[in-house]
């Protein structure tokens, strides 16, 4: 379908890779400053407001842009046939990195209630979710590297 970027293909890898990185860096970060966030800032603080300013900028500098760069670069791969529909490795690796992205929506709606001040849960939920984007990321990247079905 892309035949024409068929020569940029480890360049396209290269950059989905540093997206990667760079999108599980801030998901395994910004669980982490709920937590502290949750326990330790009560709403309308100087230091509520200063974890607001650090997830808002977390999500909107690097999280977000990172998992866009990741998927174009993804689809691209896609599209240039990386994705082998019959093996399970492929499905297993598509359904965690959705799975992700769903997260990544499910961490930017908590940031939401945080700004509201509406926000429910305790650290030890933002701690048990700091384990998701882990358990995921083995998943992507066994499916990946090992294929192991």
Do not use: C
């Not at 890898?13 to 709920?34: D, E, N």
């Not at 769903?102 to 939401?112: A, N, V, Y």
């Not at 998701?132 to 990946?144: A, D, H, K, R, Y």
């Amino acid at each position: 379908m892309l035949d024409f970027l068929s020569a940029y293909y480890d360049w396209i890898k290269a950059i989905h890779i540093m997206a990667v990185i760079s999108w599980m860096a801030g998901m395994f970060y910004l669980p982490r400053l709920f937590v502290y966030h949750a326990e330790r800032a009560e709403v309308g603080s100087d230091l509520d407001q200063t974890f607001q300013i650090m997830e808002e900028k977390l999500l909107r500098v690097i999280i977000n842009p990172a998992m866009i760069v990741t998927w174009v670069a993804g689809l691209i791969m896609l599209s240039m046939g990386a994705f082998d529909w019959g093996s399970v490795w492929s499905w297993s690796k598509i359904i965690a990195v959705l799975l992700m992205s769903g997260f990544h929506g499910w961490l930017s709606k908590r940031r939401k209630e945080f700004v509201a001040g509406v926000n429910t849960r305790s650290g030890r939920v933002y701690r048990l979710a700091n384990e998701v984007p882990t358990v995921l990321m083995v998943i992507i990247v066994v499916s990946v590297v090992v294929r192991p079905f």
